[in-house]
């Protein structure tokens, strides 16, 4: 079966940055968008960014200009890195990835579990 395992989490300080990571595995034929969101205690779940097959990027406001996300195709594996940090960006960050898989040939939406990031003031 497919997963996504997110690593990178941790404690940070404001002003501080951060790298998160993804690497899909299992069955995959292929990897279509991949993305990252968050969702912080009382909030929605957010699309924080994305990043297609092609490498074409979209970033919500609040990040813009602070976060980049990238992939290694030959990995299987998406990055986000996050610099000046803020206590605002705390929140549990998830992978998401549309992946066709070579049992299926069925493009499905698969999310990891999540990984806690927490800025300090």
């Known amino acids: 079966q497919v997963q996504l395992a997110e690593s990178g989490g941790g404690l940070v300080q404001a002003g501080g940055s951060l790298r998160l990571s993804c690497a899909a595995s299992?069955?995959?034929?292929?990897?279509?968008?991949m993305a990252w969101y968050r969702q912080a205690p009382g909030n929605q779940r957010e699309l924080v960014a994305t990043?297609?097959?092609?490498?074409?990027?979209n970033y919500a406001d609040s990040v813009k200009g602070r976060f980049t996300i990238s992939r290694d195709n030959a990995k299987k594996t998406v990055y986000l890195q996050m610099r000046s940090l803020k206590p605002e960006d705390t929140a549990v960050y998830y992978c998401?990835?549309?992946?066709?898989?070579?049992?299926?040939?069925?493009?499905?939406?698969?999310w990891g579990k999540g990984t806690l990031v927490t800025v300090s003031s």
């Open positions: 998401n990835a549309d992946i066709i898989t070579t049992v299926s040939r069925w493009a499905m939406d698969y």
């Open positions: 299992g069955s995959i034929l292929s990897i279509n968008t």
């Open positions: 990043v297609t097959s092609g490498g074409t990027t």
